[in-house]
């Protein structure tokens, strides 16, 4: 079982930067992939990036790459998702997931991979 709280949404502009973090509790930290999805009004959920259970590889959509970085803190139980250069279009609600699964290494993409989700939170950019 893995409990999962996302914190550090909030409304910004356009160009701004925000950090958003997840707390992880239940079973050990490092023994499965972290991501992050996001999910606007009237539209699927979305893949933005992902983190392998060691923290040595990672992977981010075209939309958030060069621009988001995540990364994971065995210490604190925590992944965080540091956004700069932030657009409207980046508007949705961002959840964090675990993914219990076996990937040699490699990050999953598809929500249905990810076995827990936080609650979620919202991120607003205004032009």
């Known amino acids: 079982q893995v409990q999962l709280v996302e914190s550090g949404g909030g409304l910004v502009q356009a160009g701004d930067s925000l950090k958003l973090s997840c707390a992880a509790s239940g079973r050990t930290f490092n023994t499965y992939a972290m991501g992050w999805f996001r999910q606007a009004p009237g539209k699927e959920r979305e893949f933005v990036c992902a983190i392998i259970k060691s923290g040595s590889s990672s992977y981010c959509s075209d939309s958030a790459k060069g621009r988001f970085t995540i990364s994971r803190d065995s210490a604190k139980n925590t992944v965080t998702l540091q956004m700069s250069s932030l657009k409207p279009e980046d508007t949705a609600v961002y959840y964090c997931?675990?993914?219990?699964?076996?990937?040699?290494?490699?990050?999953?993409?598809?929500?249905?991979?990810?076995?827990?989700w936080g609650q979620g939170t919202q991120v607003t950019v205004s032009s």
């Open positions: 997931a675990a993914d219990l699964g076996r990937n040699y290494g490699l990050v999953r993409t598809i929500a249905s991979d990810y076995d827990y």
